[in-house]
T-cell receptor
Framework: GESVGLHLPTLSVQEGDNSIINCAYS??????FIWYKQESGKGPQFIID?????DKRQGQRVTVLLNKTVKHLSLQIAATQPGDSAVYFC???????????FGSGTQLTVLP | ETGVTQSPTHLIKTRGQQVTLRCSSQ?????VSWYQQALGQGPQFIFQ???????GRGNFPPRFSGLQFPNYSSELNVNALELDDSALYLC?????????????FGPGTRLTVL
């Protein structure tokens, strides 16, 4: 099975509310995780990353939380805006080539 | 924009044909990775090129091959196309391999195999 996954397939939130997108991973040796946003017709766009020596990292309106005990990470988007509507992927960066292993993604829809 | 470009944007081929996809990496990046993204799925790693040599490979058959040129641009070649090869092909460039450097993705090439 996938080493990164357990996304909900879709998530709908009201504009202005906070969004939380969850992801689980199975490889306890994973040490670097990235969240990507993919809009229709575009390639994935880097949002935020976190290394395994951290539990939390904050960016502009986004926060990533990493729980190594249960092998879970989440992406929190504050004050969700219509432009946040996209598919969100968590990815594990590992392997001999430091390749990315993606989950199947969560479609975030922001309702007016 | 990430500075990573791919061509062509769209491509239609028939089963058994061969296809070449191209990627220009961001200036200063010497590592290019290729990913296949089937509809409704996350991207899957095909292989990576670093300084003109294959640096790692995912679970793809040998009919998927690649090249990297001295200017670090790259090609993905797929022989004997199958219907299941229909997907968005993404390339991503980064400054160095084996590090925590960000991978910047291009917009992808949409391949349809009929």
């Amino acid at each position: 099975g996938e080493s990164v996954g357990l996304h909900l397939p879709t998530l709908s939130v009201q504009e202005g509310d906070n969004s939380i997108i969850n992801c689980a991973y199975s490889n306890s040796a994973s040490d670097y995780f990235i969240w990507y946003k993919q809009e229709s017709g575009k390639g994935p766009q880097f949002i935020i990353d976190i290394r395994s020596n951290m539990d939390k990292r904050q960016g502009q309106r986004v926060t990533v939380l990493l729980n190594k005990t249960v092998k879970h990470l989440s992406l929190q988007i504050a004050a969700t805006q219509p432009g946040d509507s996209a598919v969100y992927f968590c990815a594990e960066n590992s392997g001999s080539a430091r390749q990315l292993t993606f989950g199947s993604g969560t479609q975030l829809t922001v309702l007016p | 924009e990430t500075g990573v470009t791919q061509s062509p944007t769209h491509l239609i081929k028939t089963r058994g044909q061969q296809v070449t996809l191209r990627c220009s990496s961001q200036s200063g990046h010497n590592t290019v990775s290729w990913y296949q993204q089937a509809l409704g799925q996350g991207p899957q790693f095909i292989f990576q090129y670093y300084r003109e040599e294959e640096n790692g490979r995912g679970n793809f058959p040998p009919r998927f091959s690649g090249l990297q040129f001295p200017n670090y641009s790259s090609e993905l070649n797929v022989n004997a196309l199958e219907l299941d090869d229909s997907a968005l092909y993404l390339c991503a460039s980064s400054k160095e391999r084996l590090s925590y450097n960000e991978q910047f993705f291009g917009p992808g090439t949409r391949l349809t195999v009929l």
